[in-house]
């Protein structure tokens, strides 16, 4: 996270979507966005949307 918090201008928000249209349609209308995926539950993401924003700083 730290690579992609370097890219983006700040202060800066994480938008996050299992819907790709809704992401595509967000990336047309914003700027400065950094996409990507990831697959959960895994283990090192074992519960993806009980995950705490301030784990991912």
């Known amino acids: 996270m730290a690579k992609v918090k370097a890219e983006c201008p700040q202060p800066s928000v994480a938008i996050i979507s299992s819907n790709s249209q809704f992401i595509t349609w967000l990336k047309l209308r914003l700027e400065y966005v950094i996409t990507g995926e990831f697959i959960a539950p895994s ?9 705490s924003v301030n784990a991912l700083k």
Not at 43 to 51: G, M, Q, R
């Open 43 to 51: 283990n090192t993401i074992p519960d993806a949307l009980a995950t």
